[in-house]
């Protein structure tokens, strides 16, 4: 049987800096290599800036950003290229670009951050290293399929004292004194009212919203 793809479709090309494998019509002319050949560059690693070409982090900068365009969404660009972020967080957020848009990511981990928040032991009014891991965990449990979380809406955040940060990302509201039992359940992880993170549910306004706990402020 023929392929229906022509010969310059199916030819790929290895991507100069996170080796990607990319098709040579849509890759980028990234300058030439020592024996004058051309050196390619996949789509991610194209848009950075020469300066961060050259960054330990690059191959990952340019992976993500194969799957989070600055086009679709800024304020990944802004998000990948922290200095803070290491190669093992990197290759984390890597596995779910690849699945879930960048507004969808973050709808999801700030809904595990309020659970957090909510049941856990870490009290920390932000998204932390653990609620990635724990995103993370329950995504590949449900196979990376579509998760359509339900966005967080500002009257949420209100009644646990939180705000949204210019990523998109939970944090800590103005101080106040009851900062560290707003929204929180007394029951804490003895509570009855907690599923298993192995369902989207757990994205959704019903369960943020779910009646039986004991909230204490």
């Known amino acids: 049987m023929s392929s229906s793809h022509s010969p310059t479709e199916a030819l790929r090309v290895q991507c100069h800096i996170c080796q990607a494998s990319v098709a040579a019509t849509g890759s980028r002319f990234g300058g030439f290599n020592d024996d004058n050949t051309h050196r390619h560059l996949c789509y991610g690693c194209s848009v950075l800036p020469p300066a961060d ?3 330990p982090m690059a191959p990952y900068w340019g992976a993500i950003l194969n799957h989070w365009r600055p086009g679709t969404d800024s304020r990944a660009w802004n998000f990948v290229r922290d200095r803070r972020h290491g190669a093992q967080f990197l290759a984390l957020v890597h596995e779910l670009a690849k699945n879930y848009p960048y507004a969808d990511t973050v709808t999801m981990v700030n809904s595990v951050a309020m659970e957090r928040i909510r049941h856990g032991r870490d009290k920390r009014r932000e998204v932390i290293p653990e609620d990635w891991a724990c995103l993370l965990k329950v995504c590949q449990h449900l196979g990376f399929e579509p998760a359509y979380p339900h966005e967080v809406l ?7 004292n939180l705000r949204e940060n210019g990523l998109g990302f939970v944090e800590a ?3 106040r004194e009851d900062d560290d039992v707003k929204g929180v359940c007394s029951n804490g992880r003895t509570c009855h009212n907690i599923l298993p993170y192995t369902d989207r549910v757990v994205f959704t306004w019903s369960y943020r919203h779910r009646r039986g706990c004991n909230i204490i402020a």
Do not use: N, V
């Not at 500002?154 to 646990?160: F, G, H």
């Open 154 to 160: 500002r009257p949420e955040l209100e009644k646990m």
């Open 53 to 55: 070409q050259q960054h």
């Open 173 to 175: 509201g103005e101080p």
